[in-house]
């Protein structure tokens, strides 16, 4: 076969530039990747072996090994582990393979070197570091199984080639033609400094080979999470979750543990600092790996976790499964449903215990990754009420995070419901007009921006037998909450004359009359102190932004009609009162009914069925209010 010459896709070229521009700002990091690969494919090829041992092919010392050329300044990574054919040389080197997307790239290109750190290692695209310090990169490989191997090269500036090569055995050969300003990774101090530095962990040799027949292994070849806690530092803790996770950020916990009894397995967890990417992609099956006896199983497995801690990385170890498990067969174990729920129940005490005694870190926690964990209060019943009384919300009574038992402590005398609203954004939703009311009793409201949050709230009616009400709803029950002061509680015993007027029941009929269908109701408001008017649903029907979230999943219709509420303090609606008691009939109460619900409308970040007519209605008020 002649050789093919190829041009990279195009995310693939923009990565390769800010890969060796911009990114890395410790060159190091390329060898450890490259290290990790040649592991990730040993343990691959482990795996397809236990069904299939001939793909061993008598080598099944796996090693990982490391060849200098000071002479012509290449180093040549060599594995013996599952190799590729040409189809996965191009969709794993030709492709961003597994982040696939412009986005991650155009996140890339906007961040600064810092974060691209970050980004990077969450989209498995470690293998490109290489061309940061190779002008030339070559690939010889031959897939388990296959007779025919290939090579793969490039200089790293959008074309890479593809041809037939020949090759002993199985795996892969990388060999990198260093750059003048790195032939120093040729020199057998750096290696050893890099690999020990990186991937002591790797639970493989990586030998470094030498001229004179002493090949020198450079780091401790044996899995980290079998080794006692005593002897693993932070360090490698670190830099086995960096390997295992294909991440950059530092977890924020590190959990080792045996489980002893009677299932046995050691757990190793890494709850992460930074969120990753795809955390919300449904084809996302994280990084948690299952080992059965230090032999690779599978990878994200949902058999292991539930998927709301489908942010958790590491690696289980089982000493009661079967080696010879398949997926099939995963999925209906009973040994690994009992090892799910105690892997469950150790993350649970963790968060716990981290609530208590790391209140900052628990709230960087939250804030990453608290949207994911409140999934696990609709979908695991048996742990609801724990995750329940580890959630935090945002709230208009305290800065930061607040915790629901926080809240029910600091609930006014007389109130009898923990009062929420949810929407878009916490900044918007501290403006809304249905908050009046509440502020001005000093009834805190809690704040929901998850959408998750519409959903659990149907199934957890109350938290410490106290209901959840949303105050876009009716029956607010203000009018039984204390108020703070002598002379708040004077002012609400002593009504607006307003208030009592008949010409706001004549107002009130005069706007049923103009939007007819357009709305359910039409009452007075106890809940407004500044605004003229606001939206809610009735007490028995769905909350405003529940409804909005169906409508858009197309599972609802329409919008349902909803109670315009209006203030009768407020001077627009006293004049339009008096105009009402003048002319109940009068042409601008009917341009005002619908200017007050368009209004309302706009509050409630909704579109407007009608901007023309409203536009019109608009220019027609200010044309009077200017006496033209």
């Known amino acids: 076969m002649t050789e093919e010459k190829m041009r990279f896709e195009a995310e693939v070229s923009r990565l390769l530039d800010i890969v060796v521009h911009s990114l890395y700002s410790n060159k190091d990091i390329f060898l450890r990747e490259l290290i990790s690969n040649a592991s990730d494919a040993c343990d691959k090829l482990r795996y397809e072996a236990i069904a299939n041992p001939d793909l061993l092919e008598g080598d099944s010392e796996f090693k990982v090994r490391l060849l200098t050329d000071n002479v012509r ?16 040389l191009v969709a794993n080197l030709g492709t961003i393979a597994n982040s696939g997307t412009a986005k991650f790239v155009e996140a890339l290109s906007k961040s600064d070197n810092a974060k691209n750190v970050d980004l990077i290692g969450q989209f498995g695209v470690g293998f490109y570091s290489a061309f940061m310090v190779a002008d030339k990169v070559e690939v010889v490989t031959k897939k388990a199984g296959d007779s025919q191997a290939w090579k793969w090269a490039s200089d790293g500036k959008g074309e890479y080639t593809i041809a037939e090569a020949d090759m002993e055995g199985h795996g892969t050969q990388i060999t990198l033609h260093l750059n003048d300003d790195s032939k120093d990774f040729t020199e057998e101090f750096r290696l050893r400094h890099i690999v020990k530095t990186y991937s002591d962990h790797i639970g493989i040799p990586v030998i470094l080979m030498k001229g004179d027949g002493q090949d020198e292994t450079l780091n401790e070849a044996s899995a980290l999470w079998t080794r006692p806690k005593s002897d693993i530092t932070d360090e490698q803790y670190q830099e086995f979750y960096k390997h295992n996770s294909h991440a950059f950020d530092d977890p924020w916990k590190t959990i080792h543990y045996q489980a002893e009894g009677a299932i046995e397995y050691t757990g190793l967890l890494y709850i992460p600092t930074m969120r990753p990417f795809d955390l919300y992609d449904p084809a996302r099956k994280g990084h948690l790996k299952l080992y059965v006896r230090k032999v690779f199983i599978t990878e994200g497995a949902d058999e292991l976790l539930p998927p709301w801690l489908r942010f958790v990385s590491g690696v289980v170890d089982s000493q ?7 997926r099939e067969m995963l999925q209906h174990n009973p040994v690994l449903t009992k090892i799910k729920n105690g892997l469950t129940k150790k993350l649970l005490s963790e968060l716990e215990s981290s609530a208590t005694k790391d209140a900052d870190g628990f709230a960087k926690f939250w804030e990453a990754f608290g949207s994911v964990v409140k999934e696990g209060l609709y979908e695991d019943y048996t742990n609801r009420d724990r995750i329940l009384k580890l959630a935090r919300f945002r709230s208009t009574g305290v800065d930061g995070w607040t915790s629901l038992a926080d809240y029910v402590v600091r609930m006014k005398e007389g109130q009898k419901a923990i009062y929420y609203i949810s929407g878009e954004d916490v900044a918007a939703l501290k403006r809304s007009p249905q908050l009046e009311g509440f502020a001005a009793k000093g009834v ?94 009735d007490e028995t029907g769905m909350d405003l932004r529940m409804e909005r979230l169906m409508k858009q999943h197309n599972r609802v219709d329409d919008i349902s009609p909803r109670i315009l509420e209006i203030n009768p303090k407020h001077s627009l609606i006293k004049k339009l009162s008096d105009l009402a008691a003048t002319d109940a009939k009068a042409a601008i109460l009917h341009d005002a009914a619908f200017l007050l619900l368009d209004q309302a409308r706009i509050l409630e970040g909704e579109a407007l069925p009608d901007p023309v007519a409203f536009a019109r209605r608009l220019d027609l008020v200010m044309e009077k209010g200017l006496g033209a």
């Open 73 to 88: 300044h290449v180093l040549t990574i060599i594995d013996n582990g599952i190799g590729m054919n040409r189809d996965d």
């Open 320 to 326: 009661d499964l079967p080696l010879n498990i398949s």
């Open 444 to 537: 805190e409201v809690l704040l929901f921006t998850d959408p998750v949050d519409e959903f659990w709230l149907q199934s957890i009616p109350s938290f410490d037998e106290k209901d959840f009400k949303s105050v876009t709803r009716g029956g607010a029950d203000l009018n039984e909450v204390k108020a703070e002061d002598k002379a708040e509680a004077d002012a609400d015993d002593k009504k607006d004359d307003a208030a009592k007027d008949a010409s706001l029941d004549i107002l009130i009929a005069a706007i049923k009359i103009a939007l007819g269908e357009g709305v359910k109701d039409v009452r007075e408001s106890d809940r407004l102190t500044s605004s003229a008017c606001c939206l809610i649903a």
